[in-house]
Each structure stands twice: as C-alpha cells, then as structure tokens.
C-alpha cells in the first residue's frame, strides 16, 4: 500500500504553503494522480517526487513554468540530480542554496556544496558560496529574529560536507600533523572544518581538537607532537584569550601559531601571526609545513 499525504502534510514536507499546492495543481498539473472530482487531495509518492522537482528547479531560478514542465515529466524518485541544474553565474548558485536552506532542503544543499568544491575547490566554494549564503542567513536572522533554525541546519551540512572532505592521507607532505582547535569556551567550529578540507587537499594532516579546547589539551598535544603550526579560532572575545598562545609549553622546532576568528584583539596578539579568510590560514600553514 503506498502512502497517501494530505495537501497540509505534503506543504509541511517541501517547505511550502498549502495555497501554493493548490496554485501549482490548478496552473500546472501538478495534482494528485488519481483525485476524484469532489475528494479530498491525497498525493502518493510519485506525487511527492514531482513536487520535490518542482521546488527545487524553483529554488535554483528557473521559471515556475519551465519547472512544471520538467517536474511532469519526471519519472524517478524525489531525487533531481544536481549535475540536471547549470547556474551560470555564482549568485545564482549562492541563490538557490540560501532559498534551499529556508526551504530545509538538505539534499539539495549538501549535493550542490559537494559538487562545486570537486570542481572548484574548498576555498573557492568556501568564499564564494558557503560564506555569502551564511552572511544572507544571519541577516535574515538579526532583522527578523526568526530562522535560527536554517542557520543550524546548514551549520550542520556544512560541517559534513567538510569532514566528508578531510581525508587522512598515507602520504601527507607534513611529518608532524598541525594543530586546530577552538580555544576556551569556543562553540564555533564551521571555519575549522573549511580549514581541515582545504588543508586535506593540499595533503597537509592534522590533528583536529574542535570546539572548546582548554589550555591542558593544547599543551599536552604541543608536548607530545610538536606541530609545525597551531592554528586557534576565536570567534567571541571572551574566548579569545592571549594565554592560550602565550602559555603554550616551549618546543624545538618553534610552532608558527595563527589566530583566526572576529574574537581575537589585535594589540593582544602583535608576536603571533592572524588571518582574515581561510587562503590566509592556508598560506601561513602551509608555510610552517614548507611548501
């Protein structure tokens, strides 16, 4: 027996209004495939999957018209492939992911990050996609209070991508793996998640702490490894705390150490080096390594 949705609990699904399941049926077509005249909606399946394309050619640009016209035609699952859509510019793509994260579409979201850092790289995909649409999201979010949601869930897809993109190599150019971590109570870890995938790509290992590292983990990990290079991410400035550098154990060779994040005060951090955007990060590191 297949499954059978109401018109409310197929909007729920998709992320959209009722009243526009029901424009959609009227204008399109894209109906339940067996209602009968004075009969509640019910859609099945195959309903549901034409629904799902519909909305996502939507979020990506294309025209309700010219989505309704593919989703008809579409006979597979609730899956529409990526590599289906083109964006010719990238804000149409840093569009259509903002519109997929309201949408709480995290196939679409993860399939699109995916592809575009294979063709691009972390970096580029990083810059240029990943922090205009969390810029978009947090505004949304301080003008209108509303969303916190959204932003945790394409925090969460983010974060997965990137350790799907952290892959530990036999061959790392590196002897000793560098150091990440972010320091104190520290509850942010998005950037260091970018910075792991994209030091991954360029075969560089590390030794990834994560969030809310004290001063006794980084030093006994200083102890223990000697890394060429600690990196430490502050995003709040009650965190970002000049004894989590400055009361690091003594190594030979010397760790270059590099502070990231909006936390850190400059006239506290003048010895070490500090970055702005994660090329720098990935320069400086790939400095204490030798490349």
């Not at 009227?26 to 339940?32: A, D, K, Q, S, T």
């Not at 859509?85 to 804000?91: A, G, I, N, P, V």
């Not at 705390?241 to 951090?269: H, I």
Request: glycine residues 6%.
């Amino acid at each position: 027996m297949e499954e059978l949705l109401t018109v409310a609990a197929v909007a729920r699904r998709l992320g959209i209004a009722p009243a526009t399941l029901r424009t959609w049926d009227r204008r399109y077509g894209l109906g339940p495939t067996d209602h009968a005249e004075g009969a509640h909606r019910k859609y099945g399946p195959r309903d549901v999957a034409r629904l799902m394309v519909m909305r996502r050619l939507i979020a990506s640009g294309v025209s309700a018209s010219d989505a309704a016209e593919t989703a008809l035609e579409h006979k597979g699952g609730a899956t529409l492939r990526v590599t289906e859509l083109k964006f010719e510019e990238r804000s149409d793509l840093v569009n259509a992911i903002y519109r997929s994260a309201v949408a709480l579409d995290r196939e679409f979201i993860a399939s699109s990050l995916t592809k575009d850092i294979k063709k691009n790289g972390v970096i580029r995909t990083w810059q240029e996609v990943i922090v205009p649409v969390l810029i978009m999201v947090g505004d949304d979010w301080a003008k209108s209070g509303e969303g916190i949601e959204v932003e945790h869930l394409l925090t969460e897809i983010i974060t997965n991508v990137m350790r799907e993109k952290t892959n530990i190599t036999s061959q790392p150019v590196n002897a000793r793996p560098v150091l990440l971590a972010s320091v104190g109570e520290e509850m942010h870890s998005l950037a260091l998640h970018a910075l792991a995938a994209a030091l991954s790509e360029k075969k560089i290992d590390c030794f990834f702490l994560g969030t809310r590292t004290p001063l006794e983990a980084l030093s006994a990990v200083v102890t223990r490894s000697a890394p060429p290079a600690i990196f430490l991410w502050a995003q709040l400035p009650i965190n970002a705390k000049p004894k989590f550098f400055n009361d690091l154990p003594s190594v030979r060779p010397s760790p270059r150490v590099v502070l990231g994040g909006p936390g850190w005060n400059e006239k506290d951090c003048s010895k070490v080096a500090m970055v702005h955007d994660l090329p720098s990060a990935c320069l400086e590191i790939e400095r204490a390594v030798g490349l």
